[in-house]
């Protein structure tokens, strides 16, 4: 067994290389989906999405326009991806019509992913059919970004949330998508204050896209979750200003900004059939139900699960991981 490392120290693993340490998930444990988690680069994702990662990264071809979406897990993704579709394409598509893509498909299924559906089984090569510009997503941490990301100048926006937000909704997550192995509150918190997460540790994952936009601020956009859930209208002007389709006077005026928050809006999206009912399957053989991804969008619904000694403990942890680079919560 190899010896237990510290999450502070770097990670120097080859590619898919296994850590075993006492305090990763047990078996029957469901807190990385996985009975084999692994650290791929310093991130934690498991043998069959390193695999995939790998292979986004030796064969995935950037392009100068693409514009990537990219959240650490359970920070909003599926909301960024029906605000980023509705404003990019909204000159295809009416925000007020009645046969808006939104109303019929889950958000998901309109922005391709970069690592799902896992890319053994669905080749890379798959997203070269897509039209520029691009809209794409992505859970990856900014150091497993394809090289020709940054190189090529693809623009970035990035959705982080309350470490603790993040924390509640990733065990509710995990829970109801690996059903059949439930892993307990008060140990999915040790696991996540120790950095043992999907994607995590999730301080490494916000600092390498929050340094990223502080050097390259017309490259990468950096939002708050609990930000924009309380002044959506102006997340999305900026959101359409950075993406290179600003709102016209004549939009401003006739209600366009109102309409795309109310499409988008949690209690306008979770209610619509698509996201109530049915099945998808982003992971590859795992079918998902889809109200999964529609629990309650609430911020700071993690209080009725953290206890006010676990809430500081997190809280001192993020804040010495962030090491004052200014980001806070």
Not at 152 to 171: A, Q
Request: include cysteine; charge should be negative; aromatic fraction near 10%.
């Amino acid at each position: 067994m190899a010896e237990a490392r510290s999450e502070t120290e770097p990670c120097d693993l080859e590619e898919g290389e296994s850590l075993a340490a006492p305090t990763l998930p047990k078996k029957g444990e469901a807190w990385l989906g996985t009975c084999s988690p692994s650290r791929f680069q310093g991130c934690w994702l498991g043998p069959e999405l390193s695999e995939s990662v790998a292979l986004v990264r030796a064969h995935f071809r950037p392009r100068p326009d693409d514009i990537i979406l990219a959240t650490y897990t359970k920070c909003g993704m599926t909301w960024l991806k029906a605000l980023a579709f509705a404003v990019a394409g909204r000159s295809r598509h009416a925000v007020a019509g009645d046969d808006h893509p939104l109303l019929t498909n889950l958000p998901h299924a309109l922005v391709e992913d970069l690592e799902f559906p896992l890319r053994y089984l669905h080749p890379v090569a798959e997203l070269e059919a897509l039209p520029s510009p691009r809209l794409l997503c992505t859970h990856l941490p900014h150091q497993l970004l394809p090289s020709g990301v940054p190189a090529l100048g693809c623009r970035v926006v990035y959705l982080c949330r309350e470490p603790k937000g993040v924390l509640v909704s990733t065990w509710h997550y995990m829970n109801k998508v690996y059903h059949d192995s439930f892993t307990e509150f008060g140990r999915a918190f040790e696991l996540f204050c120790e950095g043992v997460s999907l994607y995590g540790p999730v301080w490494d994952h916000y600092l390498g896209y929050w340094k990223q936009s502080m050097a390259e601020p017309s490259r990468v956009l950096f939002l708050k979750y609990d930000e924009m859930m309380a002044d959506p209208a102006n997340h999305v002007r900026m959101l359409a200003e950075f993406i290179g389709a600003p709102f016209t006077g004549g939009e401003e005026s006739s209600g366009v900004v109102q309409e795309i928050v109310r499409l988008c809006s949690f209690e306008n999206l979770k209610k619509l059939p698509v996201n109530s009912s049915g099945v998808t399957d982003p992971i590859g053989g795992l079918a998902i139900e889809n109200s999964v991804f529609f629990r309650t969008a609430k911020v700071g619904d993690w209080k009725n699960y953290v206890t006010d000694e676990m809430a500081k403990k997190l809280d001192r942890v993020v804040e010495e991981k962030l090491g004052g680079c200014g980001l806070t919560f």
